[in-house]
C-alpha cells in the first residue's frame, strides 16, 4: 500500500491508477464523495426552498401577480384605485426603414426623434394643463437588438430634457407593464411602446382603441385620470 500525503489517501498501486483508495479513518473514498454528493443536494434544495418562499412572500406582500389571470383579475381595481394627478401619453416609436432587417429607425425616424423635443416641450402641455413630462419611459431592447426603436425615438427628448429613460423588460405583458405605471408612477408619464402593445396596455387603463396601423406614426393618445377620459391627437410632424 502506498499513502499520499496531500490527498491523504491510501491505495494499491495496480498499473497506473489507484484502486480502492481509502481515507486515513479507513473509509472509501466513493463513500466519502458520494456523502458528500447527497449533503451537497440536500443543501442546495433547501436553498431553493428558502429562495422560492422569499419569492412568493414578497409576492403576496407587494401585489406581484404570480400568474396572467391574476393581473387581469386586478385591472378593475387598479384604475379605480388610481387618485393622483396623472396623464399617460403613449406614442409609438419612429419610422422604420425599407429593409425590415435593420431594427434602427431609418431616416426620418431619426429626424421625427429630434422634432419630438420640441413637440413635447411646447405642444403637448396644451393637453396635459401646461405640466411637462415627468418621467420617460420605454420597453427594454433584447439582446439581439430587436425593439431597439423605441429607446432611439426618445433618446433626444431624455438628453434635451436631462431625464433618465425608465425601461421595462420587454418579456412583461402589456397588462404587467400597465399595471406597474398606475402603481409606481406619478405625473405625465410618456411611454414609447410598440404599437402592437398598446391596444392591450389601453384596454388594461379602461379604454377600448381601433386598431393601430402599421403605418402610422402620428397617432399619440393621451389619459387623463382626473376626468377618467382619454383622447387621441396626431403629432404633425412633416417633414422638409
Known amino acids: 500500500m502506498h499513502y499520499n500525503p496531500l490527498l491523504r489517501v491510501q491505495y494499491s498501486p495496480i498499473g497506473d491508477e489507484p484502486t480502492n483508495p481509502k481515507l486515513d479513518d479507513g473509509t472509501p473514498l466513493m463513500v466519502r464523495c458520494r456523502m458528500a454528493t447527497v449533503l451537497l ?70 429626424e421625427r426623434s429630434h422634432w419630438l423635443v420640441n413637440w413635447v416641450q411646447h405642444t403637448l402641455p396644451k393637453h396635459t394643463r401646461g405640466s411637462q413630462v415627468s418621467t420617460i419611459m420605454t420597453s427594454m431592447p433584447n439582446v439581439d437588438g430587436l425593439h431597439v426603436r423605441p429607446v432611439q425615438t426618445i433618446t433626444p427628448l431624455s438628453v434635451a430634457l436631462q431625464m433618465p429613460i425608465v425601461v421595462r423588460p420587454t418579456a412583461f405583458s402589456a397588462a404587467n407593464k400597465a399595471r406597474r405605471i398606475l402603481e409606481e408612477e406619478e405625473g405625465i ?52
Open 41 to 110: 443536494l440536500v443543501l442546495a434544495l433547501y436553498v431553493i426552498g428558502i429562495d422560492s418562499h422569499r419569492l412568493m412572500t414578497n409576492r403576496v406582500a407587494t401585489g406581484t401577480p404570480t400568474s396572467e389571470l391574476q393581473v387581469r383579475h386586478e385591472e378593475s381595481e387598479a384604475t379605480k384605485k388610481r387618485t393622483k394627478g396623472q396623464y399617460i401619453v403613449i406614442l409609438r416609436h419612429g419610422e422604420k426603414p425599407v429593409d425590415l432587417e435593420l431594427n434602427s429607425l431609418s431616416r426620418r425616424g431619426w
Open 189 to 240: 408619464v410618456l411611454i414609447c411602446w410598440q404599437h402592437e402593445d398598446v391596444r392591450e396596455m389601453m384596454g388594461y387603463f379602461g379604454f377600448q382603441v381601433p386598431e393601430w396601423s402599421d403605418d402610422d406614426y402620428e397617432t399619440v393618445y393621451i389619459i387623463d385620470w382626473n376626468g377618467r377620459r382619454f383622447k387621441r391627437i396626431v403629432e404633425g410632424y412633416h417633414p422638409k
